[in-house]
Each structure stands twice: as structure tokens, then as C-alpha cells.
């Protein structure tokens, strides 16, 4: 190492301990809970390099080398998003070490100018109240608009090499939600059972902008307090490659509404499809409502009921989690319940006055009705 960064490293150390000092008696502001990143469409920025809100580089950068921070890549503005305005993460050969792109809704920890040491981390910051993001959603999914243009992998150590490691050029965007404390990317094995869902995508090489979408696992139960914290980087590997391009924009949580399966009688009801919303079965809505079974689609989603008699018709309303914030996170199902008899033999071979008859327009009839449609006791019915 040269006597140029020998000093930056041994300067960086105590200005960011005596900064770590300062910082670890700071305590956040309380922030409302979210159900979307603020800033997930990269519109705002105070300057060309730098975000106004949501997400952090390593401009805010912690640890014993955060001084070091100025050399890092950093984020650039650029114009032709997928919509507007979108963000650029590089990875830059330093000399020192390959640097990432790195992206965040927490707070970058630099603890070491090795890449891969586990003092280097993205975590949930509770000390400022811009190194975190109370979240309070129960997502399903996330889709990200992204382009990326692949650098050149650095050479594979001996120990790689006899393991067997290979060196995928590819982005990543990952998403975590944890319970309250101070969780960090990569994981701490201590850690585990603060996690509540997960999920991310892998970005491969792509010059359009391309919609990637991850869906959530979930590992624990959502809670009243919760954090998410968002991570994106130009590899999923720390230092794997340099010159690197990924291009960002419209991050989005996704929140489903729908119906996975819709039963009458035990049945499946003949053409349902999560995304058609009317369906018609036989019966009568007095007598047979009660066959109607459903199971929703959505981790947090919740369904009800309602009923017209008038119109024997049952709906269902399927509301995201989101509903709260968005009103269009709903979907309504309507089932139409068809009481009309057809082939009605039972006019014709017992006397009229058994059964009470009207027209459609409501006009009771004596004897015989001639052949067509009626209400007969309180059914449509054909008679023959």
C-alpha cells in the first residue's frame, strides 16, 4: 500500500471513530411508517449526485474507513429514465480495492477497505433518523425498471478458484422487512430471527429498460414495528467487478387483491380466473349463498361479503394491504345467482292455483299461464 492511501486510511480511522462517537449519541426523529420507498421513482434530487430523500450512499456512510467515502462511487442522477428521471450505480477500481455500486434505505457501514469482510454491511441506522425506513406494509411482491451494462470481473483468488466460485456479472436489488433493531445486509447469523420477508432480483445484462419483478418470502410475522431496509448494488459479490453500469427506476411494492379459488357447492366455479369478476351459478341467492366458498390471494389482504337480494347477487371485495393509502387496491367479484327452471313441467301437470304465477312485470296470473317466462314462487321459470 502507498504512503498516499497509507495516511487517507490511518486519518479516515480516527475521523470516522470520533465521527462514530458523535453519531451513537444522536437519537432519530420518529418517522411515520410507509407502505412505498419514498422517492421509488427517483424524481427528487438535490443535486445531479445526490437524492433529496429515501435512500443514502456512501455520502452518509458510517464505520472506521466512512472517510474514505469521497473515493466510493457515487450515484448519478441521469435523465432518461423509464419515466423521468432515474439513478446510476458504477463500480469503480479504486486501487485500492474494487468498490460496488451501493444504494440504500439504511446507512452504509464501511468497516474495512476489503471488500468482503463482514464489518462491511447496509443496516438499518436507529440512531438517525435517515438511516432508516419504518415500514408498514405487508407487500407480495416488488418490480423494479432497470438497464445493465456488465464491466470486467476481477481475477479469482486461489481459494476461490478450489472452491469453485464463479463471478456472475449481474446487479441486484434486494428488499428486507425486520422487526425493530439494528439489522444488517449481509445478515448476522444472530440476526436471523429478526427477519420477516425477503426478496430481491438478479439484473442481467440489458440495454432497454427492463421490468424485474421479485416476489416476498416470508419467514416470520409481520409487526406493529417494523423496518425495511432497500439495497441495491452493482453485484451481488462485494468488489467482484469494475466499470459496471446499473440503471434504476420506478421501484414499486406490490400489494395483491384478488381471489385465488372460487368454489360453489364444493366446486370449482366453472371459468374462474383471478382477474375476471363476474360469474353466474345456479341457484337461488336466499338458499344457496351459503355454498360459496373462496381463498384470497395476498399476504395481507383482507375479503368480505355483501349480498342484493333484489338482483340475487353476492359480491366479494378483495382489499389489498394498501388500502389504507390507495384506494384502488381492491378488486370486487361479482356472483350472479341464476334461479330460472327451465323445461317447467310441473305448471302443466298440477293445477295453476297451486303456484303463484306472475309476469315479469309483476301482474299475478289465473290458470294456465301460456308458454314463456314467469316468476313462479318467486322463481324465474320457462314454461313450456
Known amino acids: 500500500m502507498n504512503k498516499f492511501y497509507t495516511l487517507l486510511l490511518l486519518s479516515g480511522a480516527a475521523l470516522s471513530m470520533n465521527a462514530q462517537q ?130 470486467t470481473a476481477r481475477d479469482l483468488t486461489d481459494e476461490e478458484k478450489a472452491n469453485g466460485t464463479e463471478i456472475k456479472l449481474q446487479g441486484r436489488v434486494q428488499l428486507i422487512i425486520h422487526n425493530e433493531g439494528a439489522y444488517q445486509d449481509p445478515e448476522l447469523e444472530k440476526q436471523a430471527s429478526m427477519k420477516i420477508a425477503s426478496a430481491n432480483v438478479l439484473i442481467t445484462e440489458a440495454t432497454d429498460w427492463t421490468k424485474f419483478t421479485g416476489e416476498f418470502n416470508y419467514v416470520g ?66 338458499d344457496d349463498s351459503n355454498k360459496i366458498a373462496y381463498k384470497v390471494k395476498g399476504k395481507g389482504a383482507n375479503a368480505s361479503t355483501s349480498v342484493d337480494p333484489e338482483n340475487n347477487v353476492l359480491k366479494i371485495t378483495v382489499e389489498g394491504n394498501d388500502i389504507s393509502v390507495n384506494a384502488d387496491s381492491k378488486t370486487v367479484y361479482t356472483i350472479h345467482f341464476d334461479n330460472t327452471s327451465t323445461g317447467i313441467g310441473s305448471i302443466s301437470a298440477n293445477e295453476p292455483k297451486n303456484h303463484k304465477v306472475y309476469t315479469l312485470g309483476g301482474v299475478r296470473v289465473n290458470g294456465k299461464p301460456a308458454a314463456g317466462l314467469y316468476i313462479v314462487d318467486g322463481k324465474k321459470t320457462v314454461v313450456k
Open 22 to 151: 458523535v453519531k451513537g449519541s444522536e437519537s432519530a426523529d420518529v418517522k411515520d411508517a410507509v407502505y412505498q420507498i419514498p422517492n421509488s421513482d427517483f424524481e427528487n434530487w438535490a443535486s445531479d449526485k445526490a437524492l433529496t430523500d429515501g435512500w443514502h450512499s456512501f455520502e452518509s456512510a458510517t464505520g472506521m474507513f466512512a472517510s474514505l467515502a469521497f473515493l466510493s462511487p457515487t450515484p448519478a442522477m441521469i435523465e432518461d429514465g423509464f419515466e423521468g428521471k432515474a439513478i446510476r450505480l458504477v463500480s469503480k477500481d479504486l486501487g485500492l480495492a474494487i468498490a460496488n455500486g451501493n444504494l440504500t434505505t439504511g446507512t452504509i457501514n464501511m468497516g474495512s477497505t476489503t471488500p468482503t469482510d463482514k464489518s462491511n454491511y447496509n443496516y438499518t441506522n436507529l440512531k438517525k433518523s435517515d438511516g432508516n425506513l419504518p415500514f408498514a406494509g405487508i407487500p407480495d411482491a416488488f418490480e423494479v425498471y432497470a438497464r445493465f451494462k456488465p464491466g
Open 221 to 286: 410475522e409481520p409487526s406493529d414495528k417494523q423496518y425495511m431496509l432497500a439495497s441495491a448494488t452493482t453485484n451481488p459479490i462485494p468488489g467482484a467487478s469494475k466499470d459496471d453500469q446499473l440503471d434504476l427506476d420506478n421501484v414499486k411494492l406490490i400489494y395483491w387483491h384478488a381471489l385465488s379459488e372460487l368454489t360453489f357447492d364444493g366446486k370449482a366455479v366453472e371459468g374462474f380466473n383471478a382477474d375476471k369478476t363476474e360469474y353466474t351459478v345456479k341457484g337461488n341467492l336466499a
